[in-house]
């Protein structure tokens, strides 16, 4: 997997929270929680979780933080506080203490899928893929979690990282049965199938992403290689040239140049 895709999975798994698109990726990090307040300490604890989670996803981890730390002054146990400050020094590349935080998560409540889904994640970003893939399964085989695609998706990229890509084929493709509109499924897919010199699939996969966002850089890039694959010249210039406007100076438009298509 090249520097450009592991970006890729970065910039998504911490967009949004939803499934249904790359502007909301499979692995957004939530670090609220769904059970319910069971008293006055738990539902400040709450209030300050969800207001912190806001912050990290804006980008401000300092205040992000702080009100991690209110939480756990109002209630020393609860849980998604702990899972706030572990995405938090996630983002900051904070490893240890990120570790740290989301084992104190996970002893609190080990059953929860969003914390579970967050440390796989974790765990996959810092070289223990392999062992991750246990913590999507906890997540998405939990039959009160929504959104089951993201773990089945971030099982599949953490696959591919370890070069497992049957494994990852059929993680992704049980994330894509569970939300069919889920593009960043798609893409790794359509990877796969390049990677695997399944051109006509591949091209098919990533026709099915163009139906449903405006390409990114790494979408255009993927198909504008399919088609030189392929052959098909005109449709390659086409995408080259849609790449050289849309994102100048983009590390896809720079591999361009640089003729370096694999």
Same mark, same amino acid.
């Given at each position: &997997? *090249? +520097? !450009?895709?592991? $970006?890729? @999975? &970065?910039?998504?798994?911490?967009?949004?929270? *939803? $499934? *249904? %698109?790359?502007? @909301? %990726?499979?692995?957004?990090q939530q670090a609220v929680s769904a059970q319910p307040a069971e008293s006055e300490q738990q539902q400040r604890a709450k209030v300050h979780t969800e207001l912190g989670s806001l912050y990290m996803l804006d980008g401000r981890s300092a205040i992000a933080l702080e009100e991690a730390r209110i939480a756990l002054s109002a209630d020393p146990n609860y849980a998604p506080a702990y899972n706030l400050l572990g995405l938090t020094h996630m983002v900051l590349g904070e490893a240890r203490l990120a570790e740290d935080n989301f084992e104190k998560a996970q002893r609190l409540a080990p059953g929860d899928p969003e914390i579970s889904n967050n440390f796989g994640w974790f765990l996959c970003q810092n070289g223990r893929e392999q062992r991750s893939i246990a913590y999507f399964m906890v997540a998405a085989k939990n039959p009160l979690y929504t959104? =089951?695609? +993201? =773990?089945? !998706?971030? $099982?599949?990229?953490? @696959?591919?990282?370890? +070069? #497992?890509? +049957?494994?990852?084929? #059929?993680?992704?493709? !049980? $994330?894509?049965?569970? @939300?069919?509109t889920n593009t960043q499924a798609l893409f790794w897919l359509a990877d796969i199938a390049y990677r695997q010199g399944r051109h006509v699939e591949a091209r098919q996969w990533a026709t099915d992403i163009e139906k449903m966002m405006e390409p990114t850089a790494e979408v255009i890039w993927l198909v504008l290689r399919i088609e030189r694959k392929l052959g098909n010249r005109e449709a390659e210039a086409r995408y080259a040239s849609q790449l050289r406007r849309r994102f100048p100076g983009s590390p896809e438009q720079r591999l361009l140049t640089q003729g370096q298509y694999e």
């Open positions: &997997m *090249t +520097k !450009t895709t592991i $970006a890729f @999975s &970065m910039v998504f798994l911490l967009a949004g929270c *939803t $499934a *249904t %698109g790359f502007g @909301s %990726g499979q692995g957004a959104t =089951p695609t +993201k =773990p089945f !998706t971030n $099982a599949g990229i953490c @696959s591919v990282r370890i +070069k #497992d890509d +049957k494994a990852a084929e #059929d993680y992704l493709s !049980t $994330a894509l049965r569970l @939300s069919p």
